[in-house]
């Protein structure tokens, strides 16, 4: 079993907390997401790298589409090769 774990931190708890509720997956067969005070934390646990890979590329596309309509990232990047991560 692979675990990692992903830490973000934000302004304020409003803003951790808004990011949570828009991103926090649907099942949390990969993930489990908690909101502690500014930070979001989530866990990640997967049989394979490609179970991780898929599931860390899920999450950080919807943190992605969430920061970005809650305006904590200023101008968005492109994603030059579609795969929706920050080129």
């Known amino acids: 079993m692979m675990r990692m774990e992903l830490t973000l931190e934000y302004g304020t708890p409003e803003d951790a907390r808004a990011v949570y509720d828009s991103s926090r997956p649907d099942d949390d067969t990969y993930v489990i997401t908690e909101v502690s005070g500014n930070k979001v ?3 990640f646990r997967a049989e394979s790298a490609g179970q991780m890979r898929s599931a860390m590329d899920d999450v950080l596309a919807c943190v992605k589409v969430s ?12 994603d030059l090769d579609g795969d929706s991560l920050l080129e």
């Open 41 to 43: 934390i989530y866990r």
């Open 67 to 78: 920061e970005e309509a809650l305006g904590l990232v200023s101008g968005a990047r492109p």
